[in-house]
Nanobody, 123 residues
Framework: QVQLVESGGGLVQAGGSLRLSCAAS????????MGWFRQAGGKEREFVAA????????YYADSVKGRFTMSRDNAKNTVYLQMNSLKPEDTAVYYC????????????????WGQGTQVTVSS
């Protein structure tokens, strides 16, 4: 059974920072690429960032490049999303995903999802 549990969301002013965490259980989740996606009200889920198993390869959406950093600690089976210079348009529910073997930027590539954590950025 693979479980992903996100934490770290909250309310922050524009320009502020938050760090999201996603704790993974299960060998499949911890030995695969992992990603962060987000979904704002009334919109489709969109790719934010992804990281390979070793942490040596990362991908970012253009909208967050230079502001967000994804990392992982395999000893703790945890991935992180450091979010700096937050903007109101970053407001969304952020989801952690695991299990992708290819096309890491596509939601359909992931077999496991967390429950999501709300991030709200006030202007």
């Amino acid at each position: 059974q693979v479980q992903l549990v996100e934490s770290g969301g909250g309310l922050v002013q524009a320009g502020g920072s938050l760090r999201l965490s996603c704790a993974a259980s299960g060998r499949t989740a911890s030995s695969s690429a992992m990603g962060w996606f987000r979904q704002a009200g009334g919109k489709e889920r969109e790719f934010v960032a992804a990281i390979g198993y070793t942490g040596g390869t990362t991908y970012y959406a253009d909208s967050v490049k230079g502001r967000f950093t994804m990392s992982r600690d395999n000893a703790k089976n945890t991935v992180y999303l450091q979010m700096n210079s937050l903007k109101p348009e970053d407001t969304a529910v952020y989801y952690c995903a695991a299990g992708a073997s290819y096309a890491w930027t596509l939601a359909k590539s992931y077999g496991y999802w967390g429950q999501g954590t709300q991030v709200t950025v006030s202007s």
